[in-house]
T-cell receptor
Framework: GESVGLHLPTLSVQEGDNSIINCAYSNSASDYFIWYKQESGKGPQFIIDIRSNMDKRQGQRVTVLLNKTVKHLSLQIAATQPGDSAVYFC????????????FGGGTRVLVKP | NAGVTQTPKFQVLKTGQSMTLQCAQD?????MSWYRQDPGMGLRLIHY???????DQGEVPNGYNVSRSTTEDFPLRLLSAAPSQTSVYFC?????????????FGDGTRLSIL
């Protein structure tokens, strides 16, 4: 779902630790979910996606988990690196709505050396 | 491929001025869209297009016009700029409008209205 606010929630992580970023969505009809990473001054960059017929999908150092029962999505980053410092957005979509994504408000990840 | 290219990167306008934000993609993508991003918030959909000659409104279309005369280009026009339109504007594209596809974003146009 969409959250509104001037201050982004922030996750501080020690370099080398795992990060978990959470996202709650509101539309039970949503059937496609994407995680984006946005670095300062850049556009959102696609990380990983998952369809509603799956509950887990893995990429390189990232895992997305989907819990449709509680409408919750999470992104796990293994062995967090300084380059992972960014704002992370989840986005949801329903196939019936075409390709119109609804974005969450974002979480800032700060990696401490 | 250059991906999604947005110009200009920065622009300052006075209230009431008009301007066109350019967006071009070289990936032969069918679907293109415009979002605005305000501080501390996610992206909100302004307008989108499922193919050349077809456009439709998103969540926050007021004050903006679009056209899609070619597959590659999807310009966004501000008709009479207002301070509330100060924002960062992102253009995105994806291969298909029929199936769920990840959208690829440009690096944005930072627009200030005085």
């Amino acid at each position: 779902g969409e959250s509104v606010g001037l201050h982004l929630p922030t996750l501080s992580v020690q370099e080398g630790d795992n990060s978990i970023i959470n996202c709650a969505y509101s539309n039970s009809a949503s059937d496609y979910f994407i995680w984006y990473k946005q670095e300062s001054g850049k556009g959102p960059q696609f990380i990983i996606d998952i369809r509603s017929n799956m509950d887990k999908r893995q990429g390189q150092r990232v895992t997305v988990l989907l819990n449709k029962t509680v409408k919750h999505l999470s992104l796990q980053i293994a062995a967090t690196q300084p380059g992972d410092s960014a704002v992370y957005f989840c986005a949801e979509n329903t196939e019936a709505a075409g390709n119109k994504l609804t974005f969450g408000g974002g979480t800032r990840v700060l990696v401490k050396p | 491929n250059a991906g999604v290219t947005q110009t200009p990167k920065f622009q300052v306008l006075k209230t009431g001025q008009s301007m066109t934000l350019q967006c071009a993609q070289d990936m032969n993508h069918e679907y293109m869209s415009w979002y605005r991003q305000d501080p501390g918030m996610g992206l909100r959909l302004i307008h989108y297009s499922v193919g050349a000659g077809i456009t439709d409104q998103g969540e926050v279309p007021n004050g903006y016009n679009v056209s899609r005369s070619t597959t590659e280009d999807f310009p966004l026009r501000l008709l009479s700029a207002a301070p509330s339109q100060t924002s960062v504007y992102f253009c995105a594209s994806s291969y298909s409008s029929q199936d769920n596809q990840p959208q690829h974003f440009g690096d944005g146009t930072r627009l200030s209205i005085l």
